[in-house]
C-alpha cells in the first residue's frame, strides 16, 4: 500500500451522496457526488456515514471494490442511537425498564432495519455514566450507575451484533464516548473531566469493558479532556489501557473532528502536530477533519512519524473490515428484497409499544387516580404534546418513519370507548407562550373530570451541545400548569424529558406524575395502554429526580461524609440551606398500580469466605389488587475501607411477577468479587471486613442486614 492509500483507510466522511434527513453535525464543505467517487477510486476513504439506500451503497461499493487499485471494501455507518425507521424510547427511557433483554431485543431490531438500508456499523451504544443532569447527552445513555450502565451496554452490543457480525442482518456496534465524557465538568458539553483515575476506573470504564467483552471491535474517542489530555491524543487511554492492559483488538475511531480540535484544546500546535499525536496515541480512524489524509503521508516522509504506526492502525481497520465479512461479500447488507422487506414490521412496531410501555416510571399516584376508565370521564389533554408529532423521538434519530407515528391524542382516542370524551388544547408552546393558550386550557379544565397535563422538554433540549442551566419544566409550561391546577380538577402530569427534571409548584404537586421521556414510534399506544390500565407500570429511574438544579451533579452512590444530616437539626451538616441532600425521586423509585411491600434483609450466613458465596434474599408481597411486575434491587455497602466508599452500591436485579396476594422470596449471590473497590493501587480488590446489604425497590429504601467478609490465606485485615 502506498502512504496515501494508507491514509485513506484512516479515514472517515460524512455521506453526502445519499441522505433523506436534516444534517446533525456541523456545517462541512460541501462535496459532490462525483468528487466522493473519485476518493473512493484513489482509495483515500474507508468509510463513509449516515448515508442510506441499497442502490447508492451499491454503487460506492463497486467503485471500492472495481474501480481503486487494491479493491478493499467501505463501510458504511450511521448515528443509529435508538432506532432506524421504527424508533425505540431514548436509551435513557430504555435504561428505566431495568432489563438487559428488552435492551437486547431493540438493539437487535434496529440492526436489523438498519442493515437492511445497508448500514454496517452504528455509532453506539452510549456508554456514558452521567452524574449531572444539566449535560444534555444524558438521554443517549444508561444513566447514573455504573453497574447498570455495564448490563445494558453488553446487552445492547449482543444485540447490535447478533449471533456473527459476518451475518447480512448484524451491524458493529461502537460503544462511546471513550472516555468519561458523561464527567464534564458542570453538565458543560464539550468541556474538562477533573477525576481521579480510581473514579475513571471505578465509575466510567466499566460499561466499555462490558461492551468488548460481548464483542464489541470499536469505540469511539471523546470530545472531553481528562487530567488535561483530550481523549483523542490519550495515549494512556487509548493505548496503556485499552490496547495494553484490555487487549483491544479493534480500532478507534475519532469523534466528529475531535482530532483537529486538539489544536483548540492547546495540545497540538497545528494540523500536523494534532494528525501526529492522535495516531500516536491510538486513534486509529479520523473523522471528517481530512487531518490523516492531509496529513500522514508526509509525517512519515519527514521521519516525524514511524511508519510503523501508521501500519498498525491500517491493520485494525482492515481486521474489523474482515471480521464484517466485507472482503467475502462487499455488497452484504446492500439487499434491495430486504430494504423492502425487513422495515417496520409488525413484530418491530409491537416491539416499540412494549419497549415504550416498559420505558416509564410512576413516580406518583395519589388516591389512586391512575389508571382512568376508558368511559364515563371527560379528559381534558392539555399542553404542548398532546397532539404533538414532532417531538416524540427524541434526540439522535436523523431516519425515523415520521409519517407512521402515533401520538398521545391518537393513542387515547384509540383507547377510550367515546373519542368526544377526550378534549385537546396545546394551552402553551415549549419555550414561549400562546397567545389565550392559558384561557383556553383552564376552559377545558373546568369542562372536564380529569386533567393529563402532557409537558415537558422538547426533542431539541436533549442530546449534544442541549446542556441547561436550570433543569425545570420551561417557564411558560410550568406556568401553564399553574393555571390548570387552580380549576381544581385531578390532575396527571405525563413528563417528557431527555434528563432528571427539577419539579416544582403544581408539577410536583400534581395528584399523579409519570416519567415518560421521549418514548419513540408508539409514543401514544403505550401511554393509552398504561393510563387505561391495560398495563400496569413497572419502570424505575435510572437517574435520581433533584429537589433542585443546584444539587447536581447529583447522584446516588456518593461518599459518605462526616457531617450528614441524620436528624431535623441542619446546623453545621452536609446539606444546601434551602433544600435537604436528599433527592425528590431516588434512583431506582418507582410505583407500580399494586400495593407491594419488602420483607427484611436476610442473609445466609454471617461471615463470609474469601472464596466463598454468600444468599442475600426477601420476601416481596402483591398487597394490592393489581398484578404488577416487580423490579427489586441488591444493594451493598462497604462500611470501612482503605479509601471512602459509597453509602450504597447496586449489585444485583431482580424482575419478579406477582399476582394480587401472591408473595415471592428473592435470591441474590455475592462473591468477595462482588465487593471489589478500585483501589490506591489502581486494582480492582476486596478488602475484608463488615459489608450492610439491602434488598430494596430503590436506592433509599429497604432494610438492611450485614456479613462480614473474612481475609484469605495470606490476606491481611485492613480494619477493625
Known sequence: MTLEEKAGQ??????????????INPASDAVTREQTLDLIAKGRITALFNGIGVAGGRELQKTAVERSRLGIPLIFAGDIIHGMRTVFPIPLGEAASFDPDLA???ARASAVEMSAL???WTFAPVVDIARDERWGRVAEAAGEDTYLGSLLAAARVRGFQGSSLKNDDSVLACPKHFAAYGGVMGGMEYSDVDIPETTLRQVHLPPFQAAFEAGALSTMSSFNTIAGVPSTGNHHLLTDILRGEWKFRGLVVSDYTSDEELIA????????????KAITAGCDISMQSDFYNK???DLVRSGALDVAVVDEAVRRVLYVKKMLGLFENPYRSLNEEREKRDIRTPATVALARESARRSVVLLKNEKSLLPLPKSGKKIALIGPFGADRDHLFGPWTIFPDRTAVVSLEQGLRAALSDSSLLTVVAGSGIEEPLAGGIDAAVAAAKSADVVVLAIGEGANMSGEAQARVEIVVPPPQQALAEAVAAVGKPVVVLLRHGRALALTGAV???DAIMATWFLGSETGHAMADLLFGD???SGRLPVSFPQASGQEPFFYDHGPTGRAQTSDDASFKSRYREVTNEALYPFGYGLTYGSVSYGATAVDMPELSWDGTVTVSAVIANTGKRAIHEVAQLYIC???ASLTQPVRVLKGIRHIDLAPGESKTVTFTLSRHDLAFVNASLKWEAEPGLFKVWVAPSSTAGTFAQFRLLPGIGIKPKRV
Open 10 to 23: 484512516l479515514s472517515i466522511y460524512s455521506d453526502q451522496t445519499r441522505f433523506d434527513y436534516q444534517r
Open 104 to 106: 437486547m431485543r431493540t
Open 118 to 120: 445497508g448500514i454496517h
Open 265 to 276: 484544546h492547546g495540545y497540538a500546535a497545528d494540523g500536523p502536530d494534532a494528525a501526529r
Open 295 to 297: 496529513y500522514l503521508p
Open 508 to 510: 410536583r404537586n400534581a
Open 535 to 537: 398495563a400496569s407500570p
Open 638 to 640: 462497604d462500611t470501612v
